[in-house]
């Protein structure tokens, strides 16, 4: 069951907890002129925690040289408080080669089944996306029949990528086949197209252009053993390196341990395939570091808050205790007058 409003879909899963599928998928929903959908794998992919991703509906048949850069806001709601609804957020260039796009390690199924938590409310779990189309490349003619491409991207020592494909192409995956799924309506989309640019071999966006530029610039032997000859995977490469760096430009306060384990894993992933990032590993350590300084201040913060309030407590109880004795002391010092000596 789902519900479009504007460019926000939300998909409300029943019984989740009974869910037999490996995978499950969502109603597909019009953003922006293309037809998406969403897969979540309620076990996991791979990994002991719910799995989701966002899809182009019926990606199989995109033609070579389609391609929509989007931003993405996946939310898994919490139904008792928004406040503790977990939220992340990626971006990626969707094409033949990568047509979904998600998280791994999206929730802790742990937390997600806490009878108390609110994240399960009679049985049903509350997804959002917000899908925000940010380029558009190449135009799209799908029959009204087809199927989703069934290769699943590569996972690292049993770790994905924080922002990563579920299925892609067989060159790039190496390890997993899923089985495919039927998509059963026209996807037709008319838009102005941007042609992509070439930076240092790499093909890209214009409005990465001078992010990439600046890369090389900076770091000009990082693709100097860089494998891949293949455009589309060296694409592929390329914007998960730039949303690996996006999402360590977070604050600490906006990245959990498990968003750093899976950059720590996409890190991995891209230094597998011939890319130079020692200075980007230096840099992981040191948000890894400021995480853990910004946890034990957390910690601090709260010890000294509870001190505090122990303190004003008993500060409160020895004002009060003071204006007593104050008034006793009055009492003592006033003189009895005539009528009370005599």
């Keep these: 069951m789902g519900k479009e409003v504007d460019n926000k879909f939300t998909w409300v899963i029943k019984n989740f ?29 791979g990994v002991e925690k719910l799995s989701l991703y966002l899809a182009v509906a019926g990606g199989e048949f995109l033609p070579d040289g389609w391609r929509r850069h989007a931003d993405i806001h996946l939310s898994v709601v919490n139904q008792l408080s928004e406040e503790l609804s977990l939220t992340r957020e990626t971006e990626h260039l969707f094409d ?59 996972k690292v020592d049993d770790n994905d990528v924080p922002e990563e494909s579920e299925e892609t192409t067989e060159a790039l995956s190496k390890v997993v086949e899923n089985d495919g799924a039927e998509s059963n309506d026209s996807l037709k989309e008319a838009s ?20 990439v530029s600046c890369i090389f610039e900076r770091h000009p032997d990082i693709a100097s053993e860089f494998s891949p000859k293949n455009q589309h995977l060296r694409s592929a490469y390329m914007n998960v390196l730039l949303s690996l760096i996006k999402t360590m430009c977070q604050s ?91």
Excluded at 21 to 43: H, M, N, Q
Excluded at 124 to 132: G, T, Y
Excluded at 192 to 211: A, H, W, Y
């Design 192 to 211: 102005s197209v941007k042609e992509s640019m070439d930076v240092n071999g790499f093909r890209v966006l214009p409005s990465q252009v001078e992010t």
């Design 17 to 45: 907890s009974s869910q037999q599928s490996t995978k499950i998928y969502s109603d597909e929903f019009f953003v922006d002129g293309c037809k998406w959908r969403l897969l979540a794998f309620p076990k996991g992919n």
């Design 252 to 342: 600490t306060q906006e990245l959990s341990k498990d968003d750093l384990s899976d950059a720590d894993a996409a890190l991995a992933y891209l230094t597998d395939a011939g890319l130079n990032l020692n200075w980007l590993e230096e840099k992981l350590e040191e948000v890894s570091e400021k995480k853990e300084n910004e946890e034990a201040g957390e910690t601090r913060v709260h010890e000294i808050e509870e001190e505090l309030k122990e303190l004003k407590l008993k500060c409160s109880n020895l004002e009060a205790q003071l204006g007593k004795e104050k008034a006793n002391v009055s009492v003592a010092r006033a003189p009895f007058s005539f009528d009370d000596v005599v």
């Design 96 to 154: 033949a080669s990568t047509c979904d796009w998600g998280f791994a390690s999206m929730f802790s199924l742990k937390k997600l089944h806490d009878k108390d938590g609110g994240f399960l409310v009679n049985g049903e779990l509350k997804i959002i996306v917000e899908v925000s189309v940010l380029e558009v490349i190449g135009k799209l003619d799908v029959p009204e029949e087809c199927e989703e491409t069934t290769k699943s991207l590569s």
